[in-house]
């Protein structure tokens, strides 16, 4: 991993905690309520471990990332939990089974013409009043070719209507180089609109 995506970066790690109280105040009622939740993309399963440290029941932890070896990692990392390979856009479950649906950094990454697709998905399987965490760039990067800009139009052909969102993240340039400041100026820094990268979008489904 280059060591500007590194969590051991103070700027990273300061990212991520924020994200993660953003997650947990969404994912406080489910977890209370036994509710089975589903991280998309879990990558390493640094977010199942995160659901678990919150009083998340293993068994109730469920994550689909199509690369085996971070599949591999997550299954460590969150013991207990049932973690496959999988495709965002054909999820192995059947409909209304979860009362959380987390796509952290997926969207972006998929080809253009599987966006809708993966968030049909993420609704077929949601349950009713379950919801859809959504956290992807803002603005667009230039420098990454291997990714794209998800547009509120892309959310609005979805029907996730009506949502909410909310801007976060220092921009990761800024928070990478802070270094030594960072407790002292990421918090401050971070409140300023202009200077946040992403955004969590939340959709709830009907309760009935």
């Known amino acids: 991993m280059p060591e500007s995506w590194s969590i051991h970066n103070p700027g990273n790690a300061a990212a991520r905690g924020e994200l993660s109280a953003a997650v947990l105040e969404h994912a406080a009622q489910p977890i209370a309520q036994g509710q089975p939740l589903l991280d998309v993309g879990c990558g390493t399963g640094w977010l199942l471990e995160l659901l678990t440290g919150a009083g998340a029941a293993p068994s109730a932890l469920h994550g689909v990332e199509p690369d085996r070896a971070r599949v591999n990692a997550a299954r460590t990392r969150a013991p207990g939990a049932t973690i496959e390979v999988g495709d965002a856009t054909r999820l192995a479950y059947r409909d209304a089974a979860f009362g959380l649906v987390a796509l952290i950094v997926v969207l972006s990454s998929l080809p253009r013409g599987d966006v809708a697709r993966a968030l049909a998905e993420a ?64 918090p401050l820094l971070s409140r300023v609109p202009l200077l946040r990268g992403h955004r969590l979008v939340t959709y709830r489904e009907p309760a009935g």
Do not use: F, M, W
């Not at 992807?136 to 969102?165: F, I, M, S, Y």
């Open 123 to 186: 609704r077929r399987v949601l349950s009713p009043g379950g919801v859809v965490l959504i956290y992807e760039p803002r603005l667009p990067n230039p420098l990454n070719r291997a990714t794209h800009l998800v547009r509120k139009r892309h959310l609005d052909q979805a029907g996730l209507l009506p949502r909410t969102e909310r801007s976060l993240t220092l921009l990761p340039p800024i928070g990478r180089s802070l270094g030594a400041l960072t407790p002292r100026l990421h």
